[in-house]
């Protein structure tokens, strides 16, 4: 019976995307319009669209009546609701999460951020999130009867597949468990997770003009991550590893590691890192806001520390770059928008590293032009498989559903 019940929902959310991408692509149609578009019978389509009205995923638009020929009765329109969310995309990091809601257009119509403390359980990370999904609802007036999909980034390493466990545990870090089941269960609606510096590389190769077909993108935030694109595809790695430059040594006496090793990138380039070696050298600073200031007026030991770190991190892309030889390298988070010498720095220490390689290109070393709300943007991206970088990467796909085909989210 719970086979039978399961393929039914399929097929009635198959039947629902169709109606809405055919609403999405065409704008406002008459039932009759509708039914010749997306090939179903009028009984079956009375039933859809009766049930996406209920949930105000569609309206009544208008009706045909200045169009129509003849003496029928006017026959109403049906269209997207504005405020219908299609898709959330939720980037957990290690201290905050944010969140961005896109509808049937692919456009944000709602995002909001909310922080924790460090080290929070992730019950009540999940709680955090819903609440703060709520609260973009009623203060946007966006809601979610007709949501399609929910892609989550998450930190550390993911296997890229939602519904399952992450591929490993690392040592002193809290790793998310059942994240996917908790939204899948909240919403009703299937679930993709994947590690949030990933997406946050795939929205910012994406979100532009041309393809980047060999970037190389690192974050620098609460933690270290980075995402690669080769050869066009965004790559994910045999068990989600792919791109964890921030878990490379660069100083084998340096501190511990949340992933049980000493002196990793991310020791010396997170945020709280670099805050505190900038307290270190006697600068009071607890924010990013604070170094902001101190950057602003040029404070010498806070220069030194940023370059110690952009040659750190210059080192690490100087040998991801001799291995892929991309044609990008994007430095994103905050702390990099604060203190551009952190870019600077380390794309000196880089095109040292590739001195010996011959180019008529040379490589581009910049700062990322998203914010932090990237990995929301490319878990939304990821979703709607938007971008060319995404073909063979997984889709979303309910727990319940696993013995089912996967599909789109459009």
């Not at 390493?157 to 690392?170: E, I, L, N, Q, R």
């Amino acid at each position: 019976m719970s086979m039978t019940n399961g393929v039914r929902a399929l097929v009635r959310r198959t039947h629902e995307e169709r109606v809405l991408s055919a609403l999405r692509a065409h704008g406002a149609l008459s039932r009759g319009e509708l039914a010749a578009k997306v090939g179903l019978s009028r009984t079956t389509l009375s039933e859809i669209t009766a049930s996406l009205l209920q949930r105000g995923a569609i309206v009544v638009a208008d009706t045909d009546a200045a169009v129509r020929e003849g003496s029928g009765r006017p026959a109403e329109r049906l269209a997207l609701d504005p405020g219908a969310g299609q898709v959330i995309g939720v980037d957990f990091g290690h201290r905050r999460v944010h969140i961005a809601v896109a509808d049937a257009s692919h456009n944000v119509i709602a995002s909001g951020l909310e922080e924790y403390a460090n080290g929070t359980p992730w019950d009540e990370r999940l709680a955090i999130a819903f609440k703060l999904v709520e609260r973009l609802s009623q203060e946007t007036g966006v809601h979610y009867g007709a949501l399609q999909a929910v892609g989550i980034g998450v930190p550390g390493p993911y296997t890229g597949t939602s519904s399952v466990s992450p591929a490993v545990s690392w040592k002193n870090q809290l790793m998310p468990h059942g994240v996917d089941a908790a939204f899948e269960g909240r919403f009703d609606a299937p679930v993709f997770v994947d590690n949030n510096t990933r997406l946050a590389a795939l929205a910012e190769a994406s979100n532009r003009p041309d393809v980047v077909d060999n970037l190389v993108y690192l974050r620098l935030s609460d933690g270290v991550g980075g995402g690669l694109v080769v050869s066009g595809r965004l790559v994910t790695g045999t068990k989600g590893f792919a791109g964890e430059l921030g878990h490379i040594m660069v100083d084998p006496n340096g501190s511990m590691c949340r992933c049980g090793k000493r002196g990793c990138l991310e020791t010396v380039a997170s945020a709280p890192a670099i805050l505190a070696a900038c307290r270190d050298r006697g600068v009071s600073v607890e924010t990013i806001a604070d170094l902001g200031l101190e950057v602003a007026k040029s404070n010498p030991a806070v220069d030194v520390v940023l370059r110690d770190v952009g040659t750190a991190i210059g080192r690490v892309l100087g040998a991801a770059a001799m291995t892929l030889n991309p044609r990008e390298i994007v430095l994103g988070g905050e702390i990099v928008r604060i203190a551009p010498v952190l870019v600077e720095q380390a794309a000196s220490t880089i095109r040292y590293e590739l001195y010996p390689i011959p180019t008529d290109e040379p490589l581009v070393v910049r700062a990322a032009q998203l914010d932090d709300s990237d990995g929301a943007l490319g878990a939304i991206a990821a979703i709607f498989h938007q971008s060319p970088l995404l073909a063979g990467y997984p889709e979303p796909s309910a727990s319940g559903d696993h013995d089912q085909p996967q599909r789109s989210a459009q």
